[in-house]
């Protein structure tokens, strides 16, 4: 497996051109280029930043003015403080993945598909002169395990579009089940040795989500530590119908403790796939709530860094500002410090 160097050690901008507000106020000031200063202060080399079709245009498709500023001035900046640059669609017109029962249609809908690729005619056509420093990320977490065939041959048109354009860009494929790392495998081995094969990891869901509203089951008050006694984590785990999900409820990798192993016998299914296809292999999001215990959070950070650094895994953290993961804010201050070097 090839080292992704540019894109080792990088963290997202969720919360501002994705999942925020649309007001020139939040627009304005969410990110500027002071973040990224502090960023490449950190020792990073890159931002993951997710868009939605939102910022860039209206309903019926037609472009909104002024939309691509902001992508522009975060180009400008990482080019100026050396940071390279992931530019993630995060939702497209028709295709959500926090909605993921009312975007099925997406995978059939070829009026849905052709929106999907002229929004990426219009990416390249613009950003094509800066894939120096730019990967492509079609589209973030296809959900439906269902949806593997619909899915190949949409984002390998996707890839057609984008190659049109930049021919050398790195871009960046994951696959479904919110890109679990054990579809990889099931990703088109295109002859392009630079598709880099993408995946999330959230395991333990218990820790890393712990009192999180939005897990189905997930009590408001539930807090635990990490590492922990393993037994435990399944028994508690069952309990909630939100963590007993992904590759942590997978029996067949034969999981039995916490720590490195842990993380690297989740991830031996995607390296295998990815090595079989001499490629590269990204972590597009990772990270544990702000309503974690600190040294927990900073016992996981290590264990799954060290995995990463172990095989030559690039990634990007979620999240830097807000959206119940930040780094940078009130929560994570007593450890900052340490906590980067971990990134």
Not at 254 to 263: A, D, I
Request: net charge negative.
């Amino acid at each position: 497996m090839k080292t992704l160097y540019g894109f080792k050690k990088g963290i997202n901008l969720g919360g501002w051109l994705s999942q925020g507000s649309l007001e020139k106020e939040h627009l304005d000031t969410f990110i500027t280029e002071k973040d990224i200063i502090k960023i490449a202060s950190w020792g990073l080399d890159h931002v993951r930043l997710p868009i939605d079709y939102g910022n860039l245009e209206n309903e019926d498709g037609s472009d909104k003015e002024n939309g691509y500023f902001y992508i522009d001035s975060c180009i400008e900046w990482c080019r100026k403080h050396g940071l390279n640059v992931v530019l993630d669609l995060h939702k497209t017109y028709g295709y959500v993945f926090d909605k993921p029962a009312e975007s099925i249609n997406f995978f059939y809908d070829e009026a849905l598909q052709k929106r999907f690729y002229k929004m990426w005619e219009k990416l390249i056509d613009r950003y094509a002169k800066d894939s120096d420093i730019i990967m492509f990320e079609p589209l973030n977490e296809i959900v439906s395990p269902d949806v593997i065939n619909e899915w190949n041959d949409i984002s390998s048109n996707c890839i057609n579009i984008i190659r049109s354009k930049a021919p050398n860009a790195k871009i960046l494929l994951g696959g479904v089940c919110y890109n679990a790392v054990t579809t990889i495998k099931y990703l088109p081995h295109r002859d392009d040795e630079n598709i880099v094969y993408n995946f999330h990891c959230y395991e333990p869901m218990l820790f890393t989500h712990q009192s999180a509203y939005w897990i189905d089951g997930m009590p408001e008050d539930f807090h635990i530590e990490y590492p922990g006694d393993w037994n435990k984590y399944v028994t508690e785990s069952k309990k909630i119908p939100g963590c007993i999900n992904g590759a942590f409820a997978d029996e067949s990798l034969g999981l039995h403790t916490l720590g490195p192993e842990l993380f690297e016998t989740m991830f031996l299914d995607g390296i295998k796939a990815v090595e079989e296809r001499n490629g590269f292999m990204y972590c597009g999001e990772y990270g544990v709530i702000d309503r974690a215990p600190l040294n927990g959070t900073l016992n996981w950070y290590k264990d799954i860094h060290s995995v990463f650094e172990k095989y030559g895994i690039g990634r990007a953290a979620w999240n830097y500002k807000e959206k119940d993961y930040g780094l940078q804010g009130e929560h994570y201050a007593p450890i900052i410090n340490e906590l980067v070097r971990y990134l």
